[in-house]
């Protein structure tokens, strides 16, 4: 099992950026996928965007390409998130996961979850 621990959550307004960040212990996330989904109240559970590790390719959720950009430190087995230009709508529980992969290496099951850190974003 993967421990995940997330940092960086807060209030912010409007325009504002944020990065969060998160770091994994316990084992390799070699053969998996890293990255970030995010909850908010009454809304599905988007998925915001994620490292294959082993291949360093990245997806992104629709919302999130121009505004979010995922970044690592392969030697940490961290993700960081930077969040710029944010909207009331981003607010919402980020959760760093790490996924297992399907037999096309695609992210498939979340295996572990982070503790969540809470972006609220002022209008």
């Known amino acids: 099992q993967v421990r995940l621990v997330e940092s960086g959550g807060r209030l912010v307004y409007t325009g504002e950026s944020l990065n969060l960040s998160c770091e994994a212990s316990?084992?390799?996330?070699?053969?998996?996928?890293m990255g970030w989904l995010r909850e908010a109240p009454g809304k599905e559970r988007e998925f915001v965007a994620m490292?294959?590790?082993?291949?360093?390719?990245?997806h992104y959720g629709e919302f999130a390409k121009g505004r979010f950009t995922i970044s690592r430190n392969i030697s940490k087995n961290a993700v960081f998130l930077q969040m710029n230009s944010l909207r009331p709508e981003d607010s919402a529980h980020y959760y760093c996961?790490?996924?297992?992969?399907?037999?096309?290496?695609?992210?498939?099951?979340?295996?572990?979850w982070g503790q969540g850190s809470l972006v609220m974003v002022s209008p």
């Open positions: 490292f294959l590790w082993r291949s360093g390719i990245i």
């Open positions: 996961v790490v996924m297992a992969l399907d037999g096309n290496g695609q992210p498939r099951d979340i295996e572990d």
């Open positions: 316990g084992r390799t996330v070699e053969n998996h996928a």
